[in-house]
């Protein structure tokens, strides 16, 4: 008796668990019918599209960073503090445009002791070449009047003073330049990018205080695989894409690096673009290098429905409108969508009229 109760217990807990799932499933409650006439839109009331093949372009999207050919640093060829820098990054120059300014006041007070030492020497030697012509006069007069000894000393005197003299000038030549180092001005017309010191530091001799470089030779540098970069040529025109900015920009091929990476098995690919305008260095773009043709299926975006994550579209068949499911790829901006899979050349897509 008891094992019977225990075997009644365990089938009313089955049937009782039982009715909870079904409960659960949605057994008990009303079934909404299923509509399909919005779905499907029948051969007469709907427009009829027969699929083809289009050709198209096969693209090589090669990812790269923008790089400025003309750049260079500002650097002082001096060690002196910074008494001004004109410009902070973003500001356009031109060339010989006055960029930082360095204390000169030990400077110019050389130039002038350069100066003072010239005159001194061009002095010393009016004086000696007065000197010698008094001596060459009485020399011609009374030649025993004047030993030889006094004539050697004489044009001694005139050799060393014309020789301090060109000295005296080569100082204060040397002088004039260290004072010209003290402004420091553009060699190109561009935008300053980086500024490393401000007034009051102290600048040293090869040490960088400003970077700056010519927007308009802004180049996408791409590592490009080796079988696509055999194809391409200098001078050859390809189309870049900034992703940042949304943009299309036509370029040249300008270079290409002859040395394969061994790593990537790629070659570094730099191509000049045209119009710099949103463009900075540093700025992620792709490169779009045709590498063939490929057959591609397209449909108007409003001929696919989309129920949960399925895409379909509604075929034309000898039994009716049938609906089909499809792989679709990226939408276009003219309307249309391509279809991957799903579709043959000749079947004929229905869409509704609206």
């Given at each position: 008796m008891k094992v019977a109760f225990k075997i009644l217990g365990i089938f009313l807990a089955l049937a009782l668990l039982g009715g909870v799932m079904a409960y659960l499933a949605g057994f008990f409650e009303e079934k909404i019918p299923l509509d399909f006439s919005k779905v499907v839109p029948q051969s007469d009331t709907a427009e009829s599209i027969t699929v083809e093949i289009v050709s198209e372009p096969l693209i090589e999207r090669a990812a790269g960073t923008l790089r400025a050919k003309v750049e260079t640093v500002i650097s002082p060829l001096?060690?002196?503090?910074?008494?001004?820098?004109?410009?902070?990054?973003?500001?356009?120059v031109q060339p010989g445009d006055?960029?930082?300014?360095?204390?000169?006041?030990?400077?110019?007070?050389?130039?002038?002791?350069?100066h003072q030492a010239v005159i001194s020497a061009q002095a010393i030697l009016t004086r000696t070449e007065k000197e010698a012509k008094r001596v060459q006069r009485i020399f011609k007069a009374d030649p025993g009047a004047i030993s030889k000894a006094e004539r050697d000393r004489i044009q001694t005197a005139l050799s060393t003073g014309r020789a301090q003299l060109v000295s005296a000038k080569r100082f204060e030549d040397e002088a004039k330049t260290a004072l010209s180092h003290s402004q420091l001005t553009s060699p190109i017309a561009g935008r300053i990018v980086e500024r490393y010191a401000d007034p009051g530091d102290t600048a040293r001799l090869g040490v960088p205080v400003l970077r700056l470089y010519n927007p308009a030779t802004l180049r996408l540098e791409t590592s490009v695989r080796e079988s696509v970069a055999s194809k391409l040529k200098e001078n050859q025109d390809l189309?870049?894409?900034?992703?940042?900015?949304?943009?299309?920009?036509?370029?040249?091929?300008?270079?290409?690096?002859?040395?394969?990476?061994?790593?990537?098995?790629?070659?570094?690919?730099?191509?000049?673009?045209?119009?710099?305008?949103?463009?900075?260095?540093?700025?992620f773009g792709r490169l779009l290098i045709p590498?063939?043709?490929?057959?591609?299926?397209?449909?108007p975006t409003v001929a696919a429905t989309r129920v949960g994550q399925l895409d379909f579209v509604v075929v034309k068949s000898e039994?009716?409108?049938?609906?089909?499911?499809?792989?679709?790829?990226?939408?276009?901006?003219?309307?249309?969508?391509?279809?991957?899979?799903?579709?043959?050349?000749?079947?004929?897509?229905?869409?509704?009229r609206r």
């Open positions: 001096i060690s002196a503090t910074i008494s001004s820098i004109a410009v902070w990054a973003g500001d356009e006055v960029l930082v300014d360095l204390d000169a006041r030990e400077l110019k007070a050389r130039v002038d002791q350069a189309i870049a894409e900034i992703d940042a900015l949304g943009k299309r920009y036509e370029g040249v091929v300008d270079e290409i690096v002859p040395s394969a990476d061994p790593g990537s098995r790629t070659f570094l690919v730099k191509v000049s673009l045209t119009g710099d305008e949103g463009l900075y260095p540093g700025m590498i063939g043709q490929i057959e591609k299926i397209y449909i039994q009716g409108a049938v609906r089909r499911y499809v792989r679709l790829g990226e939408p276009k901006v003219d309307g249309r969508i391509e279809v991957v899979s799903g579709l043959k050349p000749g079947e004929q897509v229905l869409v509704s």
